[in-house]
């Protein structure tokens, strides 16, 4: 009798071993975000950013990742805290046929620290962004034509993500007290393809000034030839 019942917990044990790692599976799968050639330029991956809020702002990197289990979806967090300090994990895995460069962004938020989780384990600091980090006057004294154009440094905190390449996003923000964030979700940037979108906006904007400008001319030449 005995050893029927010891035989039942052994095979009710091995079950729910089966059973939880095979959740831990799907939910691992699930938290990634996709990145694909049909995902946007800016992208915000709602469903696979979770939270963890750090009143203090005392919580490492080490022991934020010890606490991963603690950290909540961003939709079930309510509203943001002006005061707190906050712990924001993303994860995205690259549905890429090459490696491509991508930035976080965040309105609202006085500053981003963030670290990446490379699948092997290491972790690696990005530049930090926000409002206490928006200096970009260091870019005016950069001459694109010289070669030492190409050691000057970006504004953004740039990563770049592998083919094939499963990322872990872990950022510290503050929020910004008098403008706080609507949402804990940064936004993801593809920066190559956003800066050749931003500069054919260039263009446009240069044209449409220039029509302005020949109106104008033609405003005034039309009032001084027509006046009594």
């Known amino acids: 009798m005995l050893q029927l019942r010891l035989l039942k ?23 990634a975000f996709d990145v694909t050639v049909a995902t946007p330029t800016i992208f915000s991956p709602k469903q696979n950013t979770f939270v963890l809020e750090d009143r203090t702002g005392s919580i490492s990197v080490e ?29 995205i895995i690259s549905r890429l046929g090459s490696d491509r460069d991508f930035r976080l962004e965040g309105a609202g938020w006085l500053s981003i620290n963030t670290s990446i989780i490379r699948p092997d384990g290491s972790l690696h600091v990005l530049k930090p ?51 706080p964030p609507r949402s804990f979700v940064l936004r993801v940037v593809d920066n190559a393809r956003f800066l050749e979108t931003r500069r054919f906006g260039l263009y446009i904007e240069g044209g449409l000034l220039g029509i302005l400008f020949a109106l104008g001319i033609f405003g005034w030449f039309s009032c001084f030839s027509n006046k009594d």
């Not at 606490?67 to 309510?78: L, S, T, W, Y």
């Not at 034509?145 to 503050?174: I, W």
């Open 9 to 31: 917990l052994l095979l009710l044990s091995v079950c729910l071993s089966f059973i939880s790692q095979t959740h831990a599976n799907k939910l691992e799968e699930k938290n």
């Open 63 to 91: 022991e934020a990742l010890k606490r991963q289990d603690e950290f909540k979806p961003a939709a079930d967090m309510g509203s943001i805290d002006a005061h707190s300090h906050y712990w924001i994990m993303q994860k």
């Open 129 to 179: 962004s926000g409002f206490y980090y928006g200096n970009y006057a260091h870019l005016t004294d950069t001459d694109p034509t010289l070669p030492s154009s190409a050691m000057a440094s970006s504004q953004h905190a740039l990563f770049t993500l592998y083919q094939g390449e499963t990322l872990t996003l872990l950022s510290h923000t503050k929020p910004h007290a008098s403008l």
